[in-house]
């Protein structure tokens, strides 16, 4: 579980210079069974294309990337 965590950390840590440039971030939240589970800050907090950014991007970057990632999931 440990070594998930830091993989999906690896992840968000290579994705963050893009959302950083848009004035967004992301926060992990928890990693629970597969599901990852994220916080979308600044602004893609509030971005109508943060699920497609949440979705389209981050998701495939750690389904692909961390073995055992299923699902992301968005927390507000």
Do not use: H
């Amino acid at each position: 579980m440990e070594q998930q965590i830091e993989q999906v950390q690896e992840v968000l840590n290579k994705l963050r210079p893009f959302l950083l440039r848009d004035g967004g971030d992301v926060e992990l939240v928890e990693v629970d069974d597969g599901i990852v589970r994220l916080r979308l800050m600044g602004a893609c907090g509030n971005c109508p294309s943060s699920t497609i950014t949440l979705k389209a991007g981050i998701e495939r970057a750690l389904m692909a990337e961390v073995p055992g990632v299923r699902e992301i999931e968005q927390v507000f």
